[in-house]
């Protein structure tokens, strides 16, 4: 049969739109070498694209600027020096590796200085204090709640002669595990590991305590410890820490938590003692 002029015309036409319509509806991609010559409507150079806008990959190599920053990206591994025991318990991280890593350093005081400004209120307003509970009456201990730390009543007056190369206490991981028994710790970190008190009220007595360090006592005062707490047991003293000053290793720090003066002053001087035990 043969075909008129008109339904010639038509039978191109709707054979037009029918390939105009498989090509948008098709993506092309991109070759190696002349990349990107199938053209730039391909999803392969929006992955470039973004890549390229990014930062991510390099365009050295021999397959073209475009395979060459997706492949070097598909590929590219992450470096570093750390390890597991570098970083804090519970955090992930990604190092000579694409596999996930997590952390399993054990450090009690990082929770205390990584808190930020936005946990701190105005000293004046007494009400604005919700941190603190009273865990215990008899011995009184209080639990800080931003913290996760319980407090312990002065324990007395004592020295504070501890070396930091030869005490077991600051290679004793947590720190609460220390047991009390090495001379090198000194009076007041050996008083604290000793101390045993039930923390939290289930009259079973907890035995983790530990001479905090100057950042927790300087966080406790910045939590409203005074404020908060009963002023009859944060009392006046100045209270030891278990941190040695940089530059004089014969002195440590002391934190007056009445007004968060801290100070460093030799270790055979006599100040308060007050322990701490993390979350139980």
Do not use: H
Request: hydrophobic letters at 30%.
């Amino acid at each position: 049969m043969k075909l008129n002029k008109s339904e010639i015309f038509i039978t191109i036409l709707i054979s037009v739109v029918i390939l105009g319509t498989y090509v948008v509806s098709t993506t092309l991609a991109e070759q190696s070498g002349g990349s990107p010559d199938s053209g730039e409507d391909s999803v392969l150079m929006d992955t470039y694209n973004t890549l390229s806008g990014l930062g991510y990959g390099s365009e050295v190599g021999a397959n073209g600027a475009v395979w060459n920053r997706i492949i070097s990206s598909s590929t590219w591994v992450p470096d570093g020096t750390v390890t597991e025991d570098t970083v804090i318990s519970g955090y992930t991280f990604y190092d000579e590796s694409r596999t996930e890593k997590t952390g399993t350093l054990d450090y009690p005081n990082y929770e205390v200085q990584s808190l930020q400004a936005k946990d701190f209120r105005d000293s004046n307003a007494s009400n604005s204090w919700s941190s603190w509970t009273k865990t215990n009456t008899s011995p009184e201990v209080w639990y800080d709640g931003r913290t996760g730390l319980y407090w312990s009543a002065s324990q007395g007056s004592m020295t504070n002669e501890f070396t930091i190369g030869l005490c077991d206490f600051f290679t004793t991981t947590p720190r609460g595990n220390y047991n009390g028994g090495d001379v090198d710790c000194g009076i007041a970190i050996n008083a604290c590991a000793t101390l045993s008190v039930d923390a939290d009220g289930d009259t079973v007595a907890d035995s983790n305590w530990y001479l905090p360090t100057q950042a927790e006592l300087m966080q406790a005062y910045l939590n409203g410890i005074y404020l908060s707490t009963s002023t009859s047991w944060v009392t006046t003293s100045n209270f030891w820490s278990s941190t040695e000053n940089q530059s004089t290793t014969s002195y440590a720090w002391f934190t007056y938590l009445g007004r968060g003066l801290t100070l460093n002053v030799t270790k055979t001087s006599s100040y308060a003692v007050r322990c701490v035990l993390r979350d139980l």
